[in-house]
């Protein structure tokens, strides 16, 4: 997945950012990261072409971030797939499954709290209300 390995299109790095549906700057963010290798500049002017295979790095790490990767998470699971490492790969996603189940049941947690609370001072009038009264307290002190 390095760049210009197979470059049978040209981009300018505004063309790729457009089919990649993200901003210039982000192009250039991921480069900096070392999460999209920066191509070289041709010898005698002119800009820096991108291949498809770029652009299809940047799709994989736009999915992989829509799944809840961090970017030092997907430079890692990137250099898996560049070795080859299935077991990696796998052993990486189920961890980040995990992570994911554990913050939807904090959500869920969360959603049943805070539908009592509301629940509770819809019911009683809000003098009564217990969550009200707590945040007012709060800010009083």
């Known amino acids: 997945m390095g760049a210009n390995t197979k470059n049978n299109a040209k981009l300018t790095i505004g063309r790729l950012a457009n089919a990649a549906g993200m901003s210039i ?3 250039r963010y991921y480069q900096r ?3 999209l290798p920066l191509p070289n500049k041709p010898a005698v002017g002119g800009f820096r072409e991108y291949s498809e295979e770029d652009l299809a790095r940047l799709q994989l790490i736009r999915r992989t971030q829509e799944m809840g990767f961090t970017l030092a ?10 070795s080859g490492d299935r077991n990696a790969i796998i052993l ?3 961890k980040k499954l995990q992570q994911v189940q554990e913050q939807a049941e904090q959500l869920n947690h969360m959603q049943h709290s805070l ?4 629940t509770e001072c819809e019911e009683s009038c809000p003098a009564d209300c217990p969550f009200i009264n707590e945040l007012l307290e709060s800010t009083r002190a």
């Not at 998470?73 to 560049?82: A, P």
């Not at 539908?115 to 509301?118: K, M, R, T």
Request: glycine share 4%; no cysteine; net charge negative.
């Open 73 to 82: 998470e997907v430079l890692e699971l990137l250099s898996y797939i560049e």
């Open 25 to 27: 700057a982000t192009v």
């Open 92 to 94: 990486l996603a189920g």
């Open 33 to 35: 990261r070392k999460l």
């Open 115 to 118: 539908s009592w609370l509301v």
